[in-house]
């Protein structure tokens, strides 16, 4: 009993909320593809969400099947004229098609057309993420905290530069600030990088020159973060909390300005990796997200939904790095066929395409041996 129980929760807990948001991320990612690809007059052999076998689907009207796969583990896109998932040209079924069929394969397409289809699944998941937090924003608003301090902590980076209890942020580094969140999402990918911050104190404006401090933060799951810290609380005052509402237009500003936030932090991350800057430690993988959607799901749904955008948005990312095999690396190649006049040879191309498989699979052991890790740890 206690075995059935254990399995039960980790069916609910962790797999459950795990397939609801990666089967979102993936479906309008592939959508994304499939979309672009009709509109370029594409023939889409098959739309599927997973990998490997079929469990089941529907074959529509223009002849694309749709299905769900045994491993829920991603999601492909097959067009008239691939190979595989992939879209790697099979030469021998293009060869034995009529100049019909020829005209509506992928690789018929101009390049430009080409290019479009491809970089279109990326785009979707940045748009899936925006309508999301949009949504959440203009459904439910949200509380903010005017970023008044509270209490300085001794010894700490805020009482170094010289903060105070009852200092009212106005600008770091010339940027306007007007909630408390903003202040930290600033110092938070600022550690040991001097902010110069203009100050309201007694109805006078101080400027001072604060250096966040790198800290390692556990969140009450185990969760390790490695974040810039001024040593400040914010005020509990109820004058100093604010019920923010949006309408539709100011809701899809904010559901971009977030977007934009994560994508750029994302970024900054992972070349803080590549420098030396940051540790490679934080990158998971699947495990990793199945833990920390159970961990969310128990938030509720708006939690859950959140971290299906912030997914979407490093899976776009992701998707954009030039490797080949994803779409970026397919966009590099369509890049090099529009300035020199014509593809890359077949024999460049399946040599990237192996180096491509072989460095996605090397970050996908890394990334789980990561997880494997950090399971360890808690």
């Known amino acids: 009993m206690d075995l ?35 509109w370029c007059g594409v023939k889409v052999d098959a739309f599927s969400v997973g990998f490997g076998r079929e469990l089941f689907g529907k074959t529509d009207a223009q002849g694309t099947r749709w299905k769900l796969s045994l491993i829920p583990l991603g999601g492909y896109v097959k067009f008239a004229g691939d190979e595989n ?14 100049d019909e069929e020829k005209a509506s394969a992928f690789i018929a397409k101009p390049v430009w057309q080409r290019a479009a289809v491809v970089a279109a699944g990326p785009i979707a998941n940045f748009i899936l993420a925006i309508v999301i937090f949009s949504m959440i924003f203009m459904i439910f608003g949200k509380v903010v905290t005017l970023p008044v301090v509270d209490a300085v902590r001794s010894d700490s980076a805020a009482q170094v530069g010289g903060l105070m209890p009852g200092d009212r942020i106005l600008s770091v580094d010339g940027e306007e600030i007007s909630t408390f969140s903003e202040l930290q999402r600033i110092v938070s990918v600022s550690a040991d990088v001097p902010l110069v911050l203009d100050v309201e104190r007694d109805t006078r404006v101080v400027t001072l020159t604060v ?39 100011a809701a899809v500003s904010e559901g971009t300005k977030e977007t934009a936030f994560i994508a750029v932090r994302t970024l900054d991350y992972l070349w803080g990796v590549i420098s030396g800057r940051e540790a490679a430690d934080q990158l998971g993988g699947p495990i990793r997200v199945a833990q920390v959607s159970g961990q969310v799901a128990t938030q509720g749904i708006i939690p859950l939904l959140s971290l299906a955008a912030v997914l979407s948005i490093s899976i776009g990312l992701l998707n954009l790095m030039p490797i080949p095999m994803l779409d970026g690396g397919h966009l590099v190649y369509y890049f090099a066929e529009a300035v020199r006049g014509q593809p890359l040879s077949e024999r460049v191309q399946d040599f990237g395409f192996r180096i491509g498989i072989g460095i996605v699979l090397l970050l996908m052991v890394f990334a789980t041996w990561n997880d494997v890790v950090h399971l360890t740890k808690l």
């Not at 992939?86 to 079924?93: G, I, K, L």
């Open 4 to 38: 059935l129980n254990s399995a039960y929760d980790l069916l609910i807990g962790y797999i459950v909320p795990f397939l609801f948001v990666l089967t979102i991320v993936v479906f309008f990612h592939e959508l994304g593809h499939f979309l672009v690809a009709r």
């Open 85 to 98: 998932a992939a879209s790697v040209p099979d030469r021998e079924r293009i060869a034995s098609m009529s």
């Open 211 to 249: 250096t966040p401090e790198y800290k390692e933060l556990t969140d009450r799951f185990g969760n390790v973060q490695r974040i810039g810290l001024l040593g400040v609380s914010r005020s509990p005052k109820a004058d100093d909390l604010i019920q923010v509402t949006y309408g539709p237009v």
